[in-house]
């Protein structure tokens, strides 16, 4: 009982001693290890991973049983191993310091309020998918949010209009000269098309997908974009982000997949939206 008491008393002190700084600490490495766990996770890493974990585990072995050459040997393997981790992940860190350098941090203070701009670019690309889905032409459409693709927007056509259904109908039309590339969509209008995106190097990517999810995927691993894609084969809705991509959608789930990620809504909320303008011009 003696040591129950004793125990529960140093825990309370050592709880009472945590300050504001240090629950900030605890809360920035916790969303660092969760962001380089989802990192690992997207970029199919994992082995690599465990690899190096398997030769710090050895050293410290070796470390601890005093074994001198070991400890030497794997010593110099993890020097080396720093410099040979910059050269197999530098796309990763490559694409990892684009999204920090090319980021605009003023629109992360300036998100109250969502532009009636947007929500009508997601109605138009909604019902221009639906119709492509159809006639299974293919499609692929970037949203452009924080992390800017002045790159990949040069690689296109500027086109500089605003988002409509018929004009991206047109655009993914089999016989024009833009349908191969992907149209990029910044601020509610599309910037450029029959742009060249990325193509994901993760080896875990199912063989099924072609080349349009792939570069889908690659675009939404080197930025923050919402990437539509339209499959040509089976004329299947997918959306990628953050590297996943969430296939065979419907048309409902599309939209509210579009809706959460760019106005944080759902669908219904933005039917009852458009309803209540059908009404009010009725009314008119």
Request: hydrophobic fraction near 50%; proline fraction near 2%; charge should be positive.
């Amino acid at each position: 009982m003696e040591f129950i008491n004793t125990a529960a008393t140093f825990i309370w002190s050592n709880i009472r001693s945590i300050g504001i700084a240090d629950i900030l600490d605890m809360v920035i490495v916790a969303f660092l290890v969760y962001r380089v766990m989802s990192w690992v996770v997207r970029s199919g890493s994992a082995r690599v991973i465990r690899g190096i974990i398997l030769v710090i585990i050895v050293l410290w072995v070796a470390t601890l049983l005093e074994l001198k050459v070991v400890s030497f040997l794997m010593g110099k393997i993890v020097e080396l191993g720093l410099l040979a981790l910059i050269v197999i992940f530098q796309p990763e860190l490559r694409r990892m310091f684009e999204k920090v350098g090319s980021a605009k941090y003023t629109s992360l203070f300036n998100r109250s309020g969502v532009s009636r701009e947007i929500e009508a670019a997601i109605d138009q690309t909604v019902l221009a998918c639906a119709d492509l889905s159809y006639t299974k032409t293919g499609a692929i459409i970037v949203f452009e949010r924080t992390v800017a693709l002045d790159d990949v927007v040069k690689t296109g056509t500027v086109v500089d209009s605003v988002v409509q259904a018929e004009l991206l109908k047109n655009i993914f039309y089999p016989k024009a000269p833009l349908h191969d590339g992907a149209v990029i969509i910044r601020n509610a209008r599309i910037m450029s098309a029959g742009c060249m995106l990325p193509l994901s190097q993760n080896p875990n990517l199912s063989r099924d997908l072609g080349m349009r999810h792939r570069a889908g995927i690659g675009m939404s691993e080197a930025s923050d974009a919402v990437v539509v894609v339209v499959s040509e084969e089976t004329g299947g809705l997918s959306v990628a982000v953050d590297g996943m991509l969430k296939r065979h959608l419907s048309q409902e789930l599309f939209e509210k997949l579009l809706r959460n990620e760019l106005l944080n809504e759902d669908a219904e909320q933005g039917k009852k939206k458009r309803a209540a303008k059908v009404k009010k011009n009725e009314k008119n």
